[in-house]
């Protein structure tokens, strides 16, 4: 039996280095300028006890994870302490020490990526190192000339080419703030909120769980950003009530899925996608969002039409009026969301602040919104509480995003110093002929593929990585290209053989993953089409440049979509044809084509 104290000490270590992560991270923002090489190894070193050590379940696995931290940071710290030493080497080791720092680095980072999210993400990242180092000894075309060693590695980890590159950079900067931010919301009454609007909004209408289903994981998803997270927390809820109503256990779970997988796409978190666009694209963050936000909304008007489509199908009803919340309570839990979002508006478009200083402000009235609960009611235990999951989710959730973030730097490093990233975009232009639509294809297979096996920011990173350039030499706008791989991206979410937001939605009510699997796909069909009308529709992403093109172009977009939702679902096989068909005149008479 272990001692009381002890336990409470382990606790009391957790929550000082989380809040410790949090507050550094919030010191960035408002102290200026940190050299690269001091904030981005720091970064490092907060999140490395949280990605080896807090996870690990077995006894072995928590002792390899402490030594492994230790290793980490203790590298980590090195390179901070030393960056002006190491600026004047440019990428090159000068001794057998700094080899060694830079294979602990290297290791050490798959390690937290493979403990974070499984084999897939780090044997890619590996598989990488050893082209780098091997490669040379591959005949044609797909061979490189060679790189030494000491300047392989010293790229790849004391310079900005690697683990401390631009990437990075956002998770420091950026990523983590807005995580932090979605933490703090999240511990406190914003959830209930969300719950709360959505249900006072779609409650009473036909099929209406469903739709405040929809409704709670778009506004839940925005500040998430993760379709894994956003089932779990919204599911608990919208599940049982939705089993409740008499709706089919494959189309609740169905539902939960598509619409959690929407708050990827769903401006202002995306999955930590928006900030890594930022970085490879150039565009400003708020462009991106201006970008974003019809997509977004067409993919859920799609999937809105598929639930009207089911409820006419199964008669589903609305939520009970005894069951809805009262306007009170409405009114009250969503300014717990309401006015961090405005202070963030506020700052970003009003006051033109950066978007993390912006985040930094919101994370600030968020956290003066913990003192308060919707019965308005001072209570110290529960504050305290919810400080702690703040800090602590806060902590794990940076923790994981990072080790992401610095594994896929390592295989954008080894294609920027071999150039294989140039390769892959050649062998994909010839592939394809030239031609647009093939390329495209092809790139969305590879995102599928790879999405199945990644997390949807590292697969979309890798993707536009190798196919971004093809898609843009072929005419697309840089921003239209990482959108249409990002979309892509996200399809494992929803599409077998993996798809785990459809697994965990399954899971929690009981149901057949792969009969929950085709329901999702049918209901989430924008999720394949969307990103296709945006190549031939560019207009609909320049809502901030030209809003009435924009929104002409998502009229367009929203009657085939709804045509083609509605038709997928119908149970009348005569409707269901004529509305398919519909839907394919649209395509072509409309301008659907490029």
């Known amino acids: 039996m272990s001692h009381p104290f002890k336990g409470r000490a382990v606790a009391a270590f957790w ?13 960035l923002v408002f102290s200026g300028l940190v050299p690269n090489l001091v904030s981005r190894p720091l970064h490092m070193a907060f999140i490395l006890p949280f990605a080896l050590v807090l996870g690990s379940t077995t006894r072995a696995g928590r002792i390899s994870g402490m030594f492994l931290a230790a290793l980490g940071i203790a590298a980590a710290l090195w390179v901070a302490i030393n960056h002006d030493r ?167 779970a169905a539902v939960e899925a598509v619409a959690s997988s929407g708050g990827q796409i769903m401006p202002p978190l995306m999955g930590a996608g928006a900030f890594v666009m930022v970085e490879l694209t150039g ?25 009207n489509a089911y409820a006419t199908r199964f008669d589903l009803k609305g939520v009970d ?10 009114v009250i839990t969503s300014l717990f969301f309401l006015v961090p979002f405005s202070v963030l508006l506020w700052a970003m478009f009003g006051a033109r602040f950066t978007p993390e200083y912006a985040a930094a402000l919101a994370i600030l009235a968020g956290a003066a919104l913990l003192f308060f609960n919707a019965e308005l009611s001072f209570r110290p235990a529960q504050i305290a509480e919810r400080f702690k999951d703040a800090v602590l989710n806060a902590a794990r959730q940076v923790s994981m995003i990072a080790a992401i973030i610095l594994c896929a730097s390592i295989i954008i490093g080894v294609l920027a110093i071999t150039g294989l990233g140039v390769k892959i975009t050649s062998l994909i232009l010839e592939g ?23 997390p949807t920011t590292a697969a979309y990173v890798i993707c536009v990585s190798v ?56 209901l989430g069909v924008g999720l394949y089409l969307i990103p296709l009308g945006m190549v031939a529709n560019p207009d609909v992403l320049r809502l901030a440049e030209d809003p009435v093109p924009a929104i002409i172009a998502m009229l367009r977009l929203a009657v085939g979509l709804a045509l083609v939702s509605y038709g997928l679902i119908s149970a009348r096989r005569i409707l269901r044809t004529v509305l398919l068909v519909g839907a394919g005149l649209i395509v072509i008479f409309s301008g659907l084509y490029i």
């Open 15 to 27: 929550l000082i280095l989380a809040a410790a992560l949090v507050a550094f991270h919030l010191a």
């Open 86 to 252: 190491l600026m004047d080497q440019y990428g090159f080791l000068e001794s057998n020490f700094q080899i060694v720092i830079a294979i602990i680095l290297l290791c050490v980072t798959l390690e937290a990526a493979r403990r974070a999210v499984g084999w897939p993400l780090p044997l890619v990242a590996a598989a990488a190192l050893l082209y780098g180092l091997f490669g040379q000894y591959i005949p044609g075309q797909f061979g490189h000339s060679g790189t030494p060693v000491a300047s392989f590695l010293g790229t790849l980890t004391i310079a900005e080419g690697g683990i401390w590159g631009s990437l990075t950079g956002v998770s420091v900067s950026v990523v983590a703030i807005f995580v932090i931010f979605g933490a703090v919301l999240n511990a406190g009454e914003a959830g209930q909120g969300f719950m709360n609007v959505a249900g006072a909004a779609a409650g009473r209408l036909k099929g209406g769980g469903a739709k405040v289903s929809v409704i709670s994981s778009a506004l839940f998803g925005s500040i998430s950003g993760s379709a894994s997270a956003n089932v779990a927390s919204t599911g608990a809820i919208t599940l049982p009530a939705m089993t409740k109503l008499g709706y089919p256990k494959r189309l609740a």
């Open 283 to 307: 565009v400003p963050y708020t462009s991106i969002m201006a970008a974003a936000i019809l997509p977004a909304f067409l993919y859920f008007l799609a999937v809105w039409v598929g639930i």
């Open 321 to 330: 009026a005894a069951d809805r919340p009262l306007r009170r309570d409405v």
């Open 432 to 454: 394809s002929g030239g031609l647009l639509w093939p390329s495209l294809f092809l790139t969305a297979i590879a995102c599928l593929v790879l999405g199945m096996e990644v």
């Open 467 to 522: 196919a971004g350039p093809a898609l843009i030499q072929l005419g697309l706008e840089p921003l239209q290209a990482h959108l249409f791989v990002f979309w892509f991206a996200l399809l494992s979410t929803i599409t077998p053989p993996v798809c785990g937001a459809v697994f965990i939605a399954a899971g929690m009510i009981g149901e057949n993953w792969l009969k929950v699997a085709l329901t999702a796909m049918a």
